[in-house]
């Protein structure tokens, strides 16, 4: 069995192909990932341009003089902008070009208007709330770099460049199979009590669609080997990324650890010295991997954030958001195993730090999902590791 | 003008009418906010279970036999489960029920099989990998209060109590109306330089969707009274709030500002001690709310964040997800006005603690949407605040 470390760094060595992306609309944007850069093709703002409302002026003006013949008006959106020379002053409006010769804006609230002219009551410096050529970037500048997460902001700022159509990376294909004679589907009958519910594919499901993947929901399958093979198949032939769960561990009806060979795939690895899901299997066929998951829901959920959610990560060129980040531990902890743990906590954040504690966790076995319920965390403890004291520094994966 | 903490508490008070809820299928409600409390409705396991492949055995023969018959096998998923008495054994796979009469499991790992018998190398504590009945959850125990946000956790939670479908909050409707003569939409031809892209609709729209809502895009509405106040009717018409941009300064195509009250809302206040956006006007028709913000790209979406956003989560009935947090300067911050500040600034998160500084973040207008690119958050600062040293814990939006 290899340990964590080296299966995580033999994900982060497998060969993904190209980088695929697609065009589509930023008003669809929302939520996938950049495939390109974004640079500014221009200065902007193109010209000086007003921050609020007032009247644009020479600042020489403001000592010599103290009052302005008003000259006009220049709302935001105008063509015509006017000329402002020594003596006059033009009304301008918060987002308006400035008018040609001028160079300082006096607001609003700092002067008194008579008699079309505006008396000056309280000075500004030069310059004053005119928004420079290039304020906000300059042409060449790199606005957003590809890999990036599209949010408001970045739609607000290719809005902003006229930029309709953006190119992202495609969605990765990744095709769910549940494993399992005693596995029902939600809204089916449940025939006698050795049934149980998969609650595998649709976590599973969530999880792929929270990190950018279009999920290919191939159903449960009972341990029957040729019935299990056809299912790979098929789920091969359309997804990226193939994710199993069950028949990986040594029971007589673990078939799935025994058919994946036989799909002609490479095992990259088998057995990991992890808890939960030391018996996670990683294999390649092709440009597609089948990821095969413990049955267990904790096991699979948790292995899926190991092992699924990196390799998804690479094939949109974007970064894992189940990096671990660090937080203090609470209470103290006992080390169960000498493998590396991931044991379910909850995560608060407190004095500007998140801290670990273990209130309402069930330590029972890898079946209990509730225990990811709330705002819930993976806290990692390595093989190394022994119990941890109050106020240790652990490493945590947020979910 | 009021105190940014009045104007909070104002948003807190307001009457939000009735909860209003749907019922959707759990594989489409990833992301919704749940308005029932999910209950289990019966022990889980409903009975002892295999949290492993193994024997089924009696424990007390552990000791006093050392080896034992095997009585057939028990495959996860099976009907008929046996009986085992003093003396035998059945095979027993992870997931199946226990055979009535046995207490503990030993693991496959544990024994060497022989003509048909196991020879015991390695005991295990009685009860070893039974799963007892409830060790999930408890019949009648909450799962899942509402006002959660369904992730995948909760979603495999459903599926395992066999819950198809759920009730959920209603996504609250809220248009989004951009003011201004000067204003372009995305992919209009700019016919002189005094236009400028709308980034508000766009950005507004993703942060509304981000947040849970429906968007109604109403797109752009120029300088003209009557098409504004037309605009603003079709928009209260069809949904719970009308958010709109530009028109609440002080300047003369600032019409917003006297077309609201006409409208026939209530103005619940006009003007907050802020920076950005100390323009933002709230009013309330009926059960329906208008929140008009300033038109900058920076200062509405600040403004959004502080006004709009509070008022969703309330409509929604679950936590406002830019609630402040605690965070530690990196570097001292020179303030600049007497109004509570909210500047954008960058956040990092390292030896469990989350940083703040300023590094490539320009301090010019409030135009300057690019600010709140990357990893980038809000830091607030009081009204009474002066200047801050760095080491000192701020408070924070997180975007």
């Not at 094939?315 to 209470?331: D, F, H, Q, R, W």
Request: charged share 20%; hydrophobic share 40%; proline share 5%.
């Amino acid at each position: 069995m290899i340990s964590y470390e080296t299966s995580q760094n033999m994900v982060s060595l497998l060969p993904i192909g190209i980088q695929r992306g697609e065009r589509v609309c930023i008003t669809a944007s929302l939520g996938r990932i950049l495939a390109e850069d974004i640079i500014a093709d221009e200065d902007y703002p193109t010209h000086p341009t007003s921050a609020m409302d007032g009247y644009a002026i020479l600042h020489s003006d403001l000592n010599e003089l103290g009052t302005l013949e008003i000259f006009g008006d220049n709302p935001a959106g105008a063509d015509e902008i006017g000329h402002v020379e020594s003596g006059v002053c033009i009304k301008t409006f918060t987002g308006s070009l400035m008018p040609r010769g001028a160079d300082t804006l006096i607001p609003i609230e700092n002067v008194r208007v008579e008699n079309g002219q505006i008396i000056i009551e309280k000075p500004v410096p030069y310059g004053f709330a005119v928004r420079p050529i290039g304020e906000s970037y300059r042409e060449g500048e790199t606005l957003i770099p590809r890999g990036v997460k599209i949010g408001f902001a970045q739609i607000g700022v290719l809005a902003g460049i006229n930029r309709v159509m953006v190119r992202v990376a495609q969605r990765p294909r990744v095709s769910v199979i549940a494993t399992g004679s005693e596995v029902l589907d939600i809204g089916e009958v449940a025939r006698h009590a050795g049934q149980i519910r998969s609650s595998n594919s649709h976590t599973l499901e969530a999880l792929i669609t929270s990190l950018g993947g279009e999920c290919i929901q191939m159903g449960i399958v009972g341990d029957d080997k040729a019935a299990i093979m056809q299912r790979f198949e098929e789920a091969l032939a359309s997804s990226d990324i193939v994710v199993s769960t069950g028949g990986v561990s040594v029971g007589d009806y673990d078939f799935v650890k025994h058919i994946v060979p036989r799909l002609g795939a490479e095992v990259i690895f088998k057995g990991v010295n992890i808890k939960p899901g030391q018996h996670v299997m990683l294999a390649q066929r092709g440009e597609k991997f089948i990821v095969s998951l413990p049955g267990f829901a904790y096991s699979s959920t948790v292995t899926f954030m190991l092992y699924v959610a990196p390799l998804m990560a690479r094939m949109l060129g974007c970064s894992n958001p189940y990096e671990p980040i660090e937080a203090t531990l609470k209470v103290p902890f006992a080390k169960r195993s000498n493998k590396s743990e991931f044991t379910a906590c909850n995560l608060s954040f407190e004095d500007g730090r998140y801290w670990v504690d273990f209130d309402g966790k069930k330590s029972g076995s890898s079946a209990i999902l509730t225990n990811l319920l709330g705002d819930a965390a993976l806290m990692i403890c390595g093989e190394e590791d022994g119990d941890l004291e109050a106020g240790t520094l652990v490493r945590i994966i947020k979910l």
